[in-house]
Nanobody, 114 residues
Framework: VQLQASGGGLVQPGGSLRLSCKAS????????MRWYRQAPGKQRELVAN???????NYADSVKGRFTASRDNARRTVFLQLNSLQPEDTAVYYC?????????WGRGTLVTVSS
């Protein structure tokens, strides 16, 4: 199983980014996919979850600003990040699990700074 995340970068406060995570080696269409983030010196936290049917859930800190979506034909999950703030600076990871095994992507760094 491989999860390849991309799309991170440096953005000014108030800016936007779109993260992508392409999956291989799993039956993507039946898996829930998640985005986590880990800021320097902090624990990894769940940011968004999207079920196989497209239902989404978000951490309170990102509700109304971040949007998760998926394209099953492309085996890719997306995270649209809008109205970014310095506190959103973190490494963002995509994640899935199957039969009790966790799979993590390598992570993509988002830095929000003026």
């Amino acid at each position: 199983v491989q999860l390849q995340a991309s799309g991170g970068g440096l953005v000014q406060p108030g800016g936007s980014l779109r993260l992508s995570c392409k999956a291989s080696g799993i039956n993507f269409s039946i898996n829930s996919m998640r985005w986590y983030r880990q800021a320097p010196g902090k624990q990894r936290e769940l940011v968004a979850n999207i079920t196989s049917g497209g239902t989404t859930n978000y951490a309170d800190s990102v509700k109304g600003r971040f949007t998760a979506s998926r394209d099953n034909a492309r085996r890719t999950v997306f995270l649209q990040l809008n109205s970014l703030q310095p506190e959103d600076t973190a490494v963002y990871y995509c994640h899935t699990d199957r039969l009790g095994i966790n799979y993590w992507g390598r992570g993509t760094l988002v830095t929000v700074s003026s």
